[in-house]
């Protein structure tokens, strides 16, 4: 993936320095609605979405900039948000606990324990406090591709894992590869996020098969999922628009715009947006289905996938267990004392 996107933003920046995306009287840096020549309305989305130049951000970044706490201003808290955060927050914990089971698979070792699958779901809550201290504008969860890149590289070594954390850390100092980033154009990046939701999707299914993928059951109940999952959120998010309206909001950001037209009316406007504002949201949606679901049509411990992965005394009787997911730098010694450590 980061070799075809180099090749493809070459190939944009060559086509851009080249005019290929320039027109006569045209400025792409205009805003759509104050554009009044018909040719330019005609390219300017071409122009936006192919050009590298467009956010101006590779030239005006600075080489090193050193990022520190509370550089935004002092943050803000809206009960709404921190609501709705909290519902997707406990969300990715479920993809995440799916991932850590699916990587150990990988790497044939033993599945973690409750207290290990505890110590990940806590330190993704530690980097999401750090994340928002810093500004960065998300969360900190587990990527799930990265499952699919342990089974195509088989590298299942913690040390290049912490190898490439500290050459983010270092990268993160230089403003240019900030700027580069944000020069991609919108069609590699919507190209790349195909790819990527396309696999995300493919690892998720794949651990079906710890179920009977085979029964009716199951499929009954993943196909609502998804069906829902799909038609639910449009309907939130087209619900009260017209169709010739042309929204300047990105498509990410619509979810957080139905609170203000979405179906579910109340007298209470808190009420309105946290419930306009979950339904909007696709993984929501699949979450709910497939918990209510699974959890009220019958089915046997096997039909279901049910097991008893790991044991929490199991690190007292292996070492290998303690071995494969103790602390790095023999940090556990430090934190021997906490439960959720798990070790």
């Not at 990527?143 to 490439?164: D, P, W």
């Not at 919108?186 to 939701?197: G, P, R, S, Y």
């Not at 017209?242 to 609170?259: E, H």
């Not at 406007?269 to 696709?282: A, E, I, K, Q, R």
Request: glycine share 8%; aromatic share 10%; with cysteine.
């Amino acid at each position: 993936v980061p070799l075809s996107l180099a090749i493809t933003w070459a190939a944009a920046f060559l086509l851009t320095e080249a005019g290929a995306y320039s027109y006569k009287g045209c400025n792409v840096n205009v805003p759509v609605s104050n554009i009044i020549s018909d040719h330019c309305r005609k390219h300017i989305s071409r122009m936006k979405q192919c050009r590298v130049d467009t956010s101006q951000a590779l030239k005006s970044s600075p080489w090193f900039r050193f990022p520190y706490p509370l550089q935004w201003g002092t943050p803000v808290f809206n009960w709404k948000m921190a609501l709705v955060m909290c519902v997707a927050s406990l969300i990715s914990s479920v993809d995440s606990v799916g991932s850590y089971h699916a990587s150990s698979l990988l790497v044939a070792s033993r599945p973690p324990t409750p207290g290990v699958l505890s110590r990940g779901i806590g330190l993704e809550g530690l980097s999401g406090v750090l994340a928002g201290l810093w500004g960065t504008g998300t969360g900190s969860a587990t990527l799930t591709e990265n499952v699919h890149t342990i089974a195509v590289t088989k590298m299942g070594s913690r040390r290049a894992v912490e190898l490439g954390a500290c050459l983010l850390i270092i990268l993160s100092l230089v403003g240019k590869v900030g700027g580069f980033i944000a020069s991609i154009p919108h069609v590699m990046v919507a190209a790349l996020l195909c790819f990527m939701w396309a696999m995300l999707t493919a690892l998720g299914l794949s651990n079906l098969r710890y179920s009977e993928a085979g029964s009716s059951r199951n499929i009954i109940i993943v196909g609502l999922s998804l069906f829902f999952s799909l038609s639910i959120p449009s309907y939130f998010q087209q619900y009260g628009i017209s169709p010739n309206t042309n929204l300047s909001v990105p498509s990410y950001f619509q979810p957080y715009i139905v609170a203000s037209h979405g179906p579910f009316r109340t007298k209470y406007g808190g009420l309105n947006y946290v419930m306009n504002t979950l339904l909007s949201l696709h993984m929501v949606i699949a979450f709910l289905i497939a918990v209510v679901l699974d959890n009220t049509v019958p089915g046997s411990p096997q039909e279901r996938g049910v097991y008893v992965w790991s044991e929490a005394d199991a690190a007292k009787r292996e070492p290998a267990v303690v071995k494969d997911y103790e602390l790095p730098f023999r940090f556990g010694r430090v934190f021997r004392w906490v439960k959720w450590v798990g070790l």
